[in-house]
């Protein structure tokens, strides 16, 4: 499972969006955050090319389509939202109960 920071994300994204033959300069990457920079390269997601620059490995691809390609769907789209969504602060009381008992009726049937 691929785990990205809040600072990673945008730097593997700068390195995804350059063309394959595109490289980033050691100037460039100089202005760049190196606490995820670093770790880039600890990762091996990233690399450098002498005399041309960084450029984004086979691994980082690959870490990169995993992380953007992560299914958010549920399995059950009609099980009730998260416990932290309170819906009688939204006046949906009356319609949340009325969904629990249809959750709980396909639920005894299955």
Known sequence: MIQLSERQWP?????ALLRPEEHMSIEEAQRLDQRPFRSMLVHQW???RRGKGFHLTKAGAEA???????????KNPTLPLTGLF???AYGLGEYWARKRKQHAAKAAAA
């Open 11 to 15: 730097v593997l994204e700068i390195f």
């Open 46 to 48: 990233i690399a450098y």
């Open 64 to 74: 990169w389509d995993r992380y953007r390609s992560r299914p958010i769907y549920r």
């Open 86 to 88: 309170d819906p009688s």
